[in-house]
């Protein structure tokens, strides 16, 4: 009996612990690093804008980053039509 206790033991436990953590990073609170960016106070529609803000300039950022560092592409030629779709047809 109480072989087979040990063995049922972990099925019982799991969605408990589960239930657990869920309700304790529920009630964790505001984590400190939003709290000290100032996410914490601002409504909303301002942290979005703000988000917005901070995406645009480091897509900027990146854009800068690529534009330095690649020289300028030249284009490729299409490949004739008969070699897109496998191997090439002989003309005639």
Do not use: F, H, K
């Not at 309700?23 to 100032?38: F, S, V, Y």
């Not at 901070?54 to 980053?65: D, F």
């Amino acid at each position: 009996m109480l072989a087979r206790l040990l063995s049922i033991l972990p099925l019982l436990v799991c969605p408990l612990l589960m239930l657990a953590c869920m309700w304790a990073m529920r009630n964790r609170g505001i984590p400190e690093r939003q709290a000290r960016d100032g996410y914490g106070e601002l409504p909303t529609a301002a942290r979005v804008a703000r988000l917005e803000r901070e995406l645009t300039e480091l897509r900027g950022r990146l854009s800068q980053a690529v534009a330095a560092r690649e020289p300028a592409s030249t284009p490729r030629p299409d490949p004739p039509r008969a070699s897109r779709n496998g191997s090439p047809v002989q003309p005639g």
